[in-house]
């Protein structure tokens, strides 16, 4: 999944600079294969039934002329999606993501002390609004983009317009080395914050990070 997942936007990039029909169904081929890996996987009929069903749907798209416009929808979808699974823990009587993620990963409630509480509380708040940031700036790019792009899908000249190929850019490049950046930096700001620590470094903390799912369960305080 993590080949998939990595392949997926480096895919995308080419298919929109090479502006080939068949790369860019094939990119969005790939993105629906990875969502349904684990269906798939495991043999579950749903899913396999799901992949024939958008196999025949990116085949009519292809064959209209506008498959370049399910490439814009990924960028503003995925991070709208993740803008809401950090967003969404902070309401009133719930617990926030990063809290969760700390006790998946320490496997226990015990260590947390206000300070941290509040720095898990923090640090969610900081990775929604990066979502919604990023979901505003690639709808924006996405709406301007030309030739192409969803303003002009519909008739409409935007008043700015931006290169496909810098939409591209952003939405598949930039966009996922600025989560990245966050996700590096912010792992070493919290190791001289809270140097003791259940992980003994990046690559044991991805790990662990990669191999719980309780993060995503909601907890006794929700």
């Given at each position: 999944?993590?080949?998939?997942?990595?392949?997926?936007?480096?895919?995308?990039?080419?298919?929109?600079?090479?502006?080939?029909?068949?790369?860019?169904?094939?990119?969005?081929?790939?993105?629906?294969?990875?969502?349904?890996?684990?269906?798939?996987?495991?043999?579950?009929?749903?899913?396999?039934?799901?992949?024939?069903?958008?196999?025949?749907?990116?085949?009519?798209?292809?064959?209209?002329?506008?498959?370049?416009?399910?490439?814009?929808?990924?960028?503003?979808?995925?991070?709208?999606?993740?803008a809401w699974v950090f967003g969404h823990t902070l309401r009133a009587g719930r617990t926030p993501l990063i809290e969760r993620v700390i006790v998946a990963?320490?496997?226990?409630?015990?260590?947390?002390?206000?300070?941290?509480?509040?720095?898990?509380?923090?640090?969610?708040?900081?990775?929604?609004?990066?979502?919604?940031?990023?979901?505003?700036?690639?709808?924006?790019?996405?709406?301007?983009?030309?030739?192409?792009?969803?303003?002009?899908?519909?008739?409409?000249?935007?008043?700015?317009?931006?290169?496909?190929?810098?939409?591209?850019?952003?939405?598949?490049?930039?966009?996922?080395?600025?989560?990245?950046?966050?996700?590096?930096?912010?792992?070493?700001?919290?190791?001289?914050?809270?140097?003791?620590?259940?992980?003994?470094?990046?690559?044991?903390?991805?790990?662990?990070?990669?191999?719980?799912?309780?993060?995503?369960?909601?907890?006794?305080?929700?």
């Amino acid at each position: 999944m993590l080949a998939l997942g990595a392949s997926y936007p480096v895919l995308a990039h080419i298919a929109v600079l090479s502006a080939r029909p068949g790369l860019i169904v094939a990119s969005i081929g790939l993105l629906v294969v990875l969502v349904l890996f684990p269906g798939l996987r495991n043999g579950r009929l749903p899913a396999w039934c799901i992949l024939v069903a958008a196999a025949f749907g990116l085949y009519s798209v292809a064959a209209s002329g506008r498959a370049l416009l399910l490439l814009f929808l990924p960028p503003v979808l995925l991070n709208g999606f993740m803008a809401w699974v950090f967003g969404h823990t902070l309401r009133a009587g719930r617990t926030p993501l990063i809290e969760r993620v700390i006790v998946a990963v320490h496997g226990t409630r015990d260590n947390l002390t206000a300070d941290i509480v509040s720095y898990a509380r923090a640090l969610t708040l900081v990775w929604a609004a990066l979502f919604v940031a990023l979901t505003i700036v690639n709808l924006l790019l996405a709406a301007m983009a030309s030739p192409g792009g969803l303003l002009e899908s519909v008739g409409l000249h935007p008043p700015v317009t931006v290169p496909l190929d810098a939409w591209s850019l952003f939405a598949n490049v930039l966009n996922y080395l600025i989560v990245g950046a966050l996700f590096v930096g912010e792992y070493w700001l919290r190791r001289e914050r809270f140097p003791q620590q259940a992980y003994k470094g990046f690559f044991d903390f991805t790990r662990r990070l990669a191999s719980v799912r309780a993060m995503f369960r909601p907890t006794a305080r929700d």
